[in-house]
C-alpha cells in the first residue's frame, strides 16, 4: 500500500514537473541565438513554434509513460495479491464468514481476535488483522497479557484461523514479551442445561 501510494505521488511530481517545464522550456527557446537556425527555411517564429511543440510533446510523453507504468504496477500488484494474498482480502470457496464461535478450537472456550497491530508488531505481514489466534507456542491465551507470556525471544509460532475457517500457520521472530497487538475475546456461550 505505502509503494503505491509512493508511486502515485511521483506520477503527480512528474505532472507537476512537466508542466511547470513547458513556460521554462519556452523562454530558453525564446532566448535561442537565431543564428543557429539561420540556414533553415524556417522562420524564428515557426522554429521556436516547432522546439517548443517537440519539448512539450516529450514532456508530456514522459508524464504519460510513468502513468502508464503506475497503472501497469497497480495491476500487477493486485494479481499478486489475488493469488498470494492474505485469506481475509477474498472469500475462500465463496464462502461467508463464520460466526465467532465457529473459529474457536474445538474444546477452546475462549479466543482471541486480533483488532489492530502497532507499527512494531513481530505479527505485522504475517497475521491479518481480524484473525483469531487459536494457539501461540502451543498454549491457548485468553488474554492480552496471557498472549505476550507466550512471545519468546526468538522464532515463535502462531496458528490463526480467518473469518472463512481456514487455519493457518504463522512464524515470526519475537524480541521480547510483546505482540504490540490490541485484541477482542471471543467466548463460546455456555452450554444451556
Not at 60 to 89: P, V, Y
Not at 133 to 149: D, F, H, K, Q, Y
Request: net charge positive; charged share 20%; proline share 6%.
Amino acid at each position: 500500500m505505502l509503494a503505491r501510494k509512493i508511486r502515485q505521488r511521483a506520477v503527480v511530481a512528474c505532472w507537476g514537473f512537466t508542466l511547470l517545464l513547458i513556460p521554462g522550456a519556452m523562454a530558453v527557446i525564446m532566448r535561442f541565438d537565431p543564428a543557429v537556425y539561420a540556414g533553415l527555411p524556417l522562420s524564428r517564429r515557426q522554429f521556436v513554434a516547432l522546439i517548443l511543440a517537440f519539448f512539450v510533446t516529450a514532456f508530456i510523453g514522459i508524464a504519460f509513460l510513468c502513468s502508464r507504468l503506475n497503472e501497469d504496477l497497480d495491476t500487477l500488484m493486485h494479481d499478486n495479491e489475488l493469488e498470494t494474498g492474505d485469506d481475509l482480502s477474498r472469500p475462500v470457496g465463496g464462502g461467508k464468514p463464520l460466526k465467532d464461535v465457529d473459529l474457536l478450537a474445538e474444546g477452546q472456550q475462549i479466543g482471541l481476535r486480533i483488532l489492530r497491530m502497532a507499527q512494531g508488531s513481530p505479527l505485522r505481514g504475517k497475521v491479518p488483522e481480524r484473525a483469531v489466534i487459536r494457539t501461540l507456542n502451543g498454549g491457548m491465551p485468553v488474554t492480552a497479557a496471557e498472549a505476550n507470556s507466550l512471545v519468546k525471544s526468538g522464532v515463535n509460532q502462531m496458528e490463526w484461523v480467518n473469518p472463512q475457517g481456514v487455519v493457518n500457520v504463522a512464524v515470526f521472530q519475537g524480541e521480547g514479551p510483546d505482540l504490540k497487538i490490541q485484541v477482542q475475546q471471543i467466548r463460546r456461550p455456555a452450554a444451556r442445561a
